[in-house]
């Protein structure tokens, strides 16, 4: 003992030294290697949830670039005015002038107008009367493509030579009803009870799909031979994009200053945009269904860990035995965790992108993953996983080195 | 004059209401080479644990190289381990599919010391230990007395004064059992201090200091020899 005793102040007390970062994961990483098909099964599950919430965000991203792309290419400036219900409660009618009235009014680019003319339209005369196919029959200006958008695939549009005699423009769906695919001089069809040449057809027109299912003849032909009262049903009005709000809030009184308020105004793009928000609503439930899926995947890398833990009982103890501090095992643990969530984040952002590339491909849209949901999916899979690992990595550090060597 | 490597004096371990240890005195020098003997349950990997840090004393005081072992943290213990004591098994604990390289590289890996000298260092023990042809190989390629080797090239690599031996020989046939302990001579004789417990009389008869224990006291030592104990 008297030895001892001086001897004991020129030791200096051991310190443990600190692994690299480059150890500590090839450490994590080695308890992974070894277990290749149990890693990729959990992995797996962390992977499906965050594939399922990268898709459903970049699916619903996607689409909504689709729709401002769409919203860019049609333009969000037009608006519509047509007559609502009078105070009494019959169908009201514009006034006669109310598409002089609207073009003067300020920042107005252009004014176009339909008009509904009770009217039906067959394929030929044999067809029985009620099969209209749900295809209206309007008067149009002349001047309507150039305000609406519309694009004439095949023919041409109404001029005002064509807008005297029984000619008809029809609207993608009208003229895939009637079965007409090519507008010549021989196509007919058979319009409030004679018969209608068919000079033009039109491209779908998502921002005035009314007009998909439409039969457009001239406005002079509708009034002479079709019954047509001349009141225009809809009017169409281009504005400049400043000020569109404006001028929706005065286009009723503009278009019938005597009944303003049984004029019905509307806004299309507005419609395509609530139709957008309605998606949302089914995207936030699957999004939450990914949410659920995420937290199954980490409680299945936290069962992983615990079995891992139990299993390498005599590797604890062997790492104690070469030096390892609690610490020490602990990160093991932890970082083996992180690293296996980590991987089935990895795999479920290139899942989950890849599931948006083919949805939306299939789709027709442009592949739009927002950063965010990348960066925040991979964050999301490391929180789980050091959750999932605390647990197992604090009882792998608790275990008594004696302990755990004779599980061995 | 440096301290004994391993100081213990009145030892006690109880597990609960087993005695395991019952007031053991036992120093080891620097540089000696001993068996620790005695019948199944006597105690004898319960004191190795001590000398290994691995457990504290019930009672009693351990004192490793110079360090009283009551006076250091968990943390210190395991850095104490890392830089002074060598461990061999009975089993070998060898992860499975680990090359024998890297498997032996991992005995400096809490020495704080970069990877690539362990595993220079981890080649020259293994070729130390005869096994340069079997670097690359994982356990399941190695016979018994391979992976015994294998785990004593890992409980040197760092040159550590100290090493400690729980039945080296027992799992191996007495051929491979005779060629680890030529090896743990000869790191004896390089002028590591090694304890071997041990089952086999022969064994314990051919080591120049034999510590018989029995119920968890030192029953006979046949002391320390003359000449053998004065290490550095
Ligand atoms: N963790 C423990 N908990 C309870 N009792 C224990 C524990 N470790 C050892 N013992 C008891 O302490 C006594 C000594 O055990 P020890 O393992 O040191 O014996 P041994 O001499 O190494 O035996 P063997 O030759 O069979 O390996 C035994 O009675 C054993 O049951
Ligand atoms: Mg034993």
Redesign the pocket.
């Known amino acids: 003992m008297s030895t001892a005793a001086p001897s004991r102040q020129r030791v200096a007390r051991p310190r443990p030294a600190r692994l690299s970062a480059v150890d500590v994961i090839r450490v994590g990483g080695s308890g992974l290697r070894s277990r290749p098909v149990r890693v990729f099964l959990s992995a797996l599950g962390i992977a499906i949830g965050i594939a399922a919430m990268i898709g459903v965000v970049g699916i619903s991203t996607s689409s909504q670039e689709e729709l401002d792309r769409k919203l860019d290419a049609l333009g969000t400036n037009l608006l519509t005015a047509g007559p609502g219900q009078s105070f009494g409660g019959d169908q009201a009618h514009l006034p006669d002038e109310a598409v002089g009235m609207v073009a003067a009014a300020d920042a107005v680019e252009s004014v176009s107008a339909v008009g509904r003319v009770s009217a039906e339209v067959y394929r030929n005369d044999h067809v029985p009367e009620e099969q209209t196919g749900g295809i209206g029959v309007y008067a149009a200006r002349t001047d309507l493509p150039r305000t609406v958008g519309a694009q004439v695939v095949d023919g041409r549009w109404l001029d005002a030579a064509n807008a005297r005699y029984p000619c008809v423009v029809l609207g993608a769906r009208a003229a895939a009803h009637l079965g007409v695919h090519r507008a010549d001089p021989g196509t007919r069809v058979w319009l409030g009870d004679r018969w209608f040449t068919v000079v033009g057809v039109l491209a779908p027109n998502e921002l005035v799909p009314e007009l998909d299912s439409a039969a457009l003849v001239g406005w002079p032909v509708a009034r002479q031979e079709l019954g047509f009262d001349g009141y225009a049903t809809t009017v169409y009005t281009r504005a400049e994009e400043s000020a569109v709000g404006d001028l929706q809030g005065v286009l009723g009184a503009t278009v019938n200053p005597e009944h303003p308020n049984e004029v019905q105004v509307s806004r299309p793009s507005d419609a395509l945009a609530a139709k957008q928000a309605t998606d949302d609503a089914l995207s936030g439930l699957l999004l939450g269904l990914g949410a659920v899926a995420l937290l199954v995947g980490g409680v299945g890398v936290a069962n992983t860990m615990v079995i891992s833990v139990l299993e390498r009982r005599a590797e604890i103890g062997l790492r104690r035995s070469l030096g390892a501090t609690h610490g020490q095992i602990r990160t093991q643990f932890l970082c083996e965790s992180l690293l296996l969530s980590a991987l089935g984040g990895l795999g479920g952002v290139v899942l989950g992108i890849a599931v948006t590339a083919g949805y939306a491909g299939y789709q027709g849209w442009p592949t739009l993953v927002p950063l965010w949901a990348t960066v925040g999916g991979v964050a999301a899979t490391l929180v789980i996983g050091g959750l999932a690992g605390f647990y197992p990595a604090v009882r792998a550090s608790r275990l008594?080195p004696?302990?755990a060597l004779?599980a061995g | 004059m440096t301290p004994p490597v391993v100081e213990l004096s009145g030892v006690s371990?109880t597990?609960?209401g087993?005695?395991?240890?019952a007031g053991v005195d036992l120093v080891v020098r620097r540089g000696e080479l001993l068996a620790v003997v005695?019948?199944?349950?006597?105690?004898?990997?319960?004191?190795?644990?001590l000398m290994g840090t691995l457990s504290r004393p019930s009672c009693g005081t351990v004192r490793i190289d110079g360090h009283a072992v009551q006076e250091l943290s968990d943390r210190e213990l395991s850095a104490l381990r890392a830089s002074t004591i060598g461990f061999v098994f009975q089993s070998f604990h060898l992860a499975p599919g680990v090359p024998a390289i890297d498997a032996v590289a991992d005995g400096l890996l809490y020495g704080g010391r970069p990877r690539g000298e362990r595993r220079r260092l981890a080649e020259r023990a293994l070729r130390r230990m005869g096994l340069g042809h079997r670097l690359h190989n994982a356990p399941h390629q190695l016979s018994g007395g391979e992976k015994q080797r294998v785990a004593i090239a890992r409980a040197v690599l760092g040159d550590p004064p100290l090493l400690l031996a729980?039945?080296p020989t027992g799992a191996l046939d007495s051929r491979s059992g005779a060629a680890v302990m030529d090896l743990l001579h000869e790191l004896h004789r390089a002028g590591t201090t090694v304890v071997v417990?041990t089952?086999d009389r022969d064994i314990a008869a051919s080591l120049p200091r034999e510590v018989r224990?029995r119920d968890?006291r030192v029953e006979r030592d046949s002391g320390v020899p003359v000449g053998g104990a004065v290490g550095g």
């Open positions: 008594p004696t302990e004779a | 371990k597990y609960g087993v005695t395991a240890l005695g019948p199944s349950g006597s105690g004898k990997s319960t004191l190795l644990n729980d039945e417990i089952h224990i968890g």
